[in-house]
C-alpha cells in the first residue's frame, strides 16, 4: 500500500462455460465479492452470451476490496498483480474480461498492458472496454443504452403499436438510464418521468433528453431540473415513477426495484429490464398476471456485451470500424434475439424470461450434444 504496509486481497475468476468459444465475463471490485456470487454472474453471463447469439461462454472476475478508499497507484498495483495470478486462465481465445462494478477503461487498459509485458508482445483481444486508443470499439460506452432502445421498439412493433408517441418511464439517469431514455427520445417516444438518486422529474408532455442529460452533466444529477415536477426525494420520486400510467417502464438503476410490495401499481404495458435482475421473481409472477410484457434483463441489456465482442473481433482483425458499422450490427444481432426469444415465448406459451432462459439452455445443451465427449 501506499504507507508501506502489506495488504492482502482475494480474487476470484470463474469461467462457468466454454462450450461455444471463450468465456467471458466482468471483473469487479467491491467488499461483498464471494465465490458465489461471481459464480451466479459467470452462469448469467453464459445465458446472456447464448440467447444472443455471441461466439463466447461465460465468466466473471472479482477482488473483495474497499476501491473508494484506495489510492490510483494502489488500485494499479492491485490490479496488475490479480492479472498476474489469473493470468494462466485468460487470453484472446481463453477468457475474456471487461469492466464491471468499480473497474473501467483504466482498469482494462492495466489488465491488457500487463498481460501484453508478461506475453512479450502487444494483445490488445485480452480484454474488452478498453480506451479507443488501445483497441477499444467505437459505439462501446454507450452500447447497452441503444440496445435497449432496440428492444424497446421490437417489443412495441411486436404489439403493432406505434413507437412515436409512446410514454417512457426510466429509473436510472447513469450510461444506461441516460442513453436509453436518449435514443427513444430520438425515435418519438415521450419520455415522461426519469428518476435518479438525487430525485425524479416529472413531465407529461415529455422531457427534453438532451436538455436534462446536460443539466445533470453539470450538476451531478438530475435535481433542480426546471422542465416539468420534481420530486426532491429519490424514494418517493421511485414511488410515483412505478406507478405512473405509462406504455414502457425502464428500471435502469439497481437490482430488485420491481418486488412483491410494488408490482401490483405498476401500470406500463412493458416493463424492460435495463439493470440486472430489477424485477424480483415473485413481481415477474404478479406482472405477468396482470398481462405485462417483461423483456428480460440477459436479452434486453445485452448490447454492451454484444459490441464487446465486436471490439474483439476488432482487434483479432487489427481493424477498426466505423461507428455505424457497429450501430448497424448491434442492430440487427439484437433484433434477431428478440424475434427469436418473442416466437419461442409464443410457440411454448411461456414468458419471455422463461423464453430467453430455455433457448439460451437449449443452445448450451445442442452444442455440448454435437461435439459429444472427449475421448
Ligand atoms: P451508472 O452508475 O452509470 O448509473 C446508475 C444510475 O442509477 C445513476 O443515475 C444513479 O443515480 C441511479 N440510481 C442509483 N440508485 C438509485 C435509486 N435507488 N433510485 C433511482 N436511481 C438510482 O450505472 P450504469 O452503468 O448505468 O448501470 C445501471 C445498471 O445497468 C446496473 O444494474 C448495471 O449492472 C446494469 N448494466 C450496465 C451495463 C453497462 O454497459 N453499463 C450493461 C449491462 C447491465
Not at 496488475?80 to 474480461?97: A, C, K, S
Not at 412483491?260 to 406482472?287: C, H
Amino acid at each position: 500500500m501506499d504507507n508501506g504496509e502489506v495488504e492482502i486481497f482475494t480474487g476470484y475468476r470463474v469461467q462457468y462455460n466454454y462450450v461455444k468459444g471463450p468465456s467471458k465475463g466482468g471483473i469487479r471490485y467491491h467488499p461483498d465479492v464471494t465465490l458465489e456470487e461471481v459464480t451466479a454472474l459467470a452462469g448469467l453471463m453464459a445465458l446472456k452470451c447464448a440467447v444472443v447469439d455471441v461466439p463466447f461462454g461465460g465468466a466473471k472476475g472479482g477482488v473483495a476490496c474497499e476501491p473508494k478508499g484506495m489510492s490510483m497507484d494502489e488500485l494499479e498495483r492491485m490490479t496488475r498483480r490479480y492479472t498476474y495470478m489469473i493470468l494462466p486462465l485468460v487470453g484472446p481465445e481463453q477468457d475474456i474480461p471487461a469492466p464491471d462494478v468499480n473497474t473501467d477503461h483504466q482498469t482494462m487498459s492495466w489488465i491488457m498492458d500487463t498481460y501484453s509485458m508478461l506475453r512479450g508482445y502487444t494483445v490488445p483481444g485480452v480484454v474488452t472496454g478498453k480506451p479507443l486508443q488501445l483497441g477499444g470499439s467505437r459505439g462501446r460506452l454507450n452500447a447497452t443504452g441503444r440496445g435497449l432502445a432496440y428492444v424497446t421498439q421490437d417489443m412495441l412493433r411486436s404489439l403493432d403499436l406505434d413507437v412515436i408517441g409512446q410514454r417512457v418511464c426510466v429509473q436510472g439517469f447513469g450510461n444506461v438510464g441516460m442513453n436509453v431514455a436518449r435514443f427513444l427520445h430520438e425515435e418519438g417516444c415521450r419520455i415522461v418521468g426519469v428518476t435518479d438518486m438525487t430525485g425524479g422529474i416529472f413531465n407529461a408532455e415529455g422531457i427534453d433528453i438532451r436538455k436534462l442529460a446536460s443539466h445533470a452533466d453539470k450538476n451531478k444529477g438530475i435535481h433542480g431540473f426546471p422542465e416539468g415536477t420534481f420530486v426532491a426525494n429519490h424514494v418517493e420520486a421511485n414511488r410515483r415513477l412505478m406507478s405512473m400510467a405509462c406504455d414502457v417502464l425502464i428500471p435502469a438503476a439497481l437490482e430488485n426495484q420491481i418486488s412483491e410490495a410494488n408490482a401490483s401499481d405498476v401500470k406500463a404495458r412493458i416493463v424492460v429490464e435495463g439493470a440486472n435482475g430489477p424485477v424480483t421473481r415473485g413481481a415477474d409472477e404478479i406482472l405477468a398476471k396482470k398481462g405485462i410484457y417483461v423483456v428480460p434483463d440477459i436479452l434486453a441489456n445485452s448490447g454492451g456485451v454484444i459490441v464487446s465482442y465486436f471490439e474483439w473481433v476488432q482487434d483479432i482483425q487489427a481493424y477498426l470500424w466505423s461507428e455505424e458499422e457497429v450501430n448497424v450490427r448491434l442492430k440487427s444481432l439484437m433484433t434477431a434475439a428478440f424475434n427469436q426469444v418473442h416466437e419461442f415465448a409464443k410457440n411454448h406459451q411461456v414468458t419471455l424470461r422463461e423464453a430467453a432462459y430455455m433457448l439460451a439452455v437449449d443452445k448450451m445443451a445442442e452444442i455440448t450434444r454435437l461435439r459429444g465427449i472427449f475421448p
